[in-house]
């Protein structure tokens, strides 16, 4: 499977825009571009994913580069509830469908 | 609305003993799965399901089993449980689709194994 590459952790200012970055070099066509993000003693809770085209949701947008080797999730004004966790997931749509998850980035929000 | 859920939240085992862990879900989902987390690190799969009756392996399958009989429950057994086994474990399902589709995750059960 394509493997990710995102920041151990990132920093942000309560109610500023916070972009996370993902690098997936090695993507193929037909792996969808999945996010999922962890609470603290939660389990992960699904934010976001695309293929192709930028995507927005209430929760975040989704911006994939153009050719597909990097994404941005967009949170567009954090919240200390926002403070997590952030998984980038490339998921192939085979038999199965899991999920396979990296490190993820842990997001800090400051009041 | 339920949703996802596991059974029990919490478990100390002595080393040796056995037991189910119990994930069931109300959402008439195909896919289940079921992952476990060690701390500071990413969910790793274990086994998973891909509708009533069948069962594959993951990544990390070793030390256990799991069973599909109703497509409602996936449940994932411990036959004689090592420390290495302490863990969070998560089940999660998710619907099929001609398009992709978001996976739904219970709250974890933590497990300790002395």
């Known amino acids: 499977d394509a493997k990710t590459t995102q920041p151990n952790s990132m920093e942000s200012n309560e109610e500023e825009p916070v972009h996370l970055p993902c690098n997936h070099s090695?993507?193929?066509?037909?792996?969808?571009i999945h996010w999922y993000r962890q609470l603290p003693s939660q389990g992960p809770e699904y934010v976001i994913h695309?293929?192709?085209s930028n995507v927005n949701n209430r929760m975040a947008s989704l911006a994939i580069a153009e050719d597909r080797k990097s994404s941005t999730l967009i949170l567009h004004r954090a919240t200390l509830r926002d403070a997590a966790v952030y998984y980038c997931?490339?998921?192939?749509?085979?038999?199965?469908?899991?999920?396979?998850f990296g490190g993820g980035t842990r997001l800090m929000v400051k009041p | 609305n339920a949703g996802v859920t596991q059974t029990p939240k919490f478990r100390v085992l002595k080393t040796g003993q056995s037991m189910t862990l119990l994930c069931a879900q109300d959402m008439n989902h195909e896919y289940m799965y079921w992952y476990r987390q060690d701390p500071g690190m990413g969910l790793r799969l274990i086994h998973y399901?891909?509708?009533?009756?069948?069962?594959a392996k993951g990544e990390v399958p070793d030390g256990y089993n799991v069973s599909r009989l109703k497509k409602q429950n996936f449940l994932l057994g411990l036959e004689s449980a090592a420390p290495s086994q302490t863990s969070v474990y998560f089940c999660a399902s998710r619907r099929t689709g001609r398009d992709d589709t978001e996976a739904f995750f219970g709250q974890g059960t933590r497990l300790t194994v002395v």
């Open positions: 399901s891909v509708g009533e009756g069948t069962t």
């Open positions: 090695t993507i193929s066509g037909t792996d969808y």
């Open positions: 695309g293929l192709t």
């Open positions: 997931i490339l998921r192939r749509n085979n038999a199965g469908n899991m999920l396979t």
